[in-house]
């Protein structure tokens, strides 16, 4: 094997999902992000990893068009999406989950399953659902996909629950299930196994590989570290807005800036 000195990330991807040039925000006084380049392969697991206030989320923000940047630029599909809306990001193939999921007051898992993942898709479908007469063949096809998403990830038991009543982990499952829902090129998860108990962590990072292994991109973000090193290969790793260093979990667990990063970060 070649021994290999990475300066940021990598940015000789074959054939990348995602892209971003030189991405920049301030709030106020404090930078979050910045200069943040980076690559996602299609067809990978790619990690994100780094201190607490790092701008692992403030980067999902940027590239998700949740938040407005500052500088740089934005690809998804090679379809430029610098100053889109989140829906219109969405339609280009990009979706993401929260850290926080939303809880939707006053929905049924199925009726979550069928408004899309969070805010983030534009359209509806359930003023449609709630009038059962008038459910046309696209929205039964809907409700199919629902069902099968939700027995695919063994929440099927939930489908009549109030998403108010769910468990965090059964409520990162649905959302993982939401964002499945509408066949993403590339899905953002921000802290997917937070809060999560061991079991239900286990399951996710099962359901993850399968996905992977029929073609599904992702970009995570993980706190726990035997999880997205078990899982991810490259990991991406952020230190203060900016990209420290971009290598395989081997690298990375050996690498003295990411280890001096994290004793003098917050943790
Ligand atoms: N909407 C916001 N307004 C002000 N400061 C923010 C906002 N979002 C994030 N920040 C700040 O940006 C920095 C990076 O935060 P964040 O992206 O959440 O880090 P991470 O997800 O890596 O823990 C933190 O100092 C945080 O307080
Ligand atoms: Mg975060």
């Known amino acids: 094997m070649t021994e290999m000195i990475y300066e940021g990330a990598n940015l000789d991807k074959q054939d990348p999902v995602l892209r971003t040039e030189g991405l920049k925000k301030s709030f106020g006084g404090l930078t979050a992000t910045n200069d943040v380049t980076i690559q996602v392969e299609r067809g990978s697991i790619t990690g994100m990893i780094g201190p607490n206030g790092a701008g692992k989320s403030t980067l999902f923000n ?24 989140p829906h219109e990001t969405a339609r ?8 926080t999921p939303r809880r939707l007051e006053g929905m049924t898992v199925r009726e979550a399953m069928l408004v899309g993942p969070g805010p983030q898709v534009g359209e509806s ?8 007469g008038t459910v046309k063949k696209q929205e039964r096809a809907n409700i199919e996909e629902a069902e099968r998403l939700l ?6 038991h939930l489908i009549d629950q ?8 059964q409520l990162k499952l649905v959302e993982l299930a939401r964002a499945i829902m509408t066949e993403p090129d590339i899905l953002l998860l921000d802290e997917p196994v937070a809060g999560v108990n061991p079991t239900l962590a286990n399951d996710i990072n099962r359901f993850i590989r399968e996905l992977n292994e029929e073609g599904q991109t992702f970009l995570i973000i993980e706190h726990d570290m035997p ?8 990991i991406i790793v952020l230190d203060q807005g ?12 050996n690498d003295q800036r990411v280890i001096d990063a994290y004793l003098g970060g917050a943790e």
Do not use: C, H, K
Request: hydrophobic fraction near 40%; proline fraction near 7%; glycine fraction near 8%.
């Open 62 to 85: 940027l590239i998700s068009g949740f938040y407005d940047l500052d500088a740089g630029r934005v690809w998804v599909n090679n379809e430029e999406v610098t100053d889109a809306e």
């Open 92 to 99: 280009t193939g990009l979706i993401r989950t929260f850290q």
């Open 125 to 132: 479908i359930i003023p449609l659902f709630l009038r059962p």
């Open 151 to 156: 027995e695919r990830f063994e929440i099927d």
């Open 162 to 169: 109030p998403s108010t009543d769910l468990s965090g982990g």
């Open 227 to 234: 999880f997205i090193m078990d899982l991810a290969d490259p």
């Open 242 to 253: 900016r990209v420290l260093m971009e290598g395989t979990p081997e690298e990375v667990r």
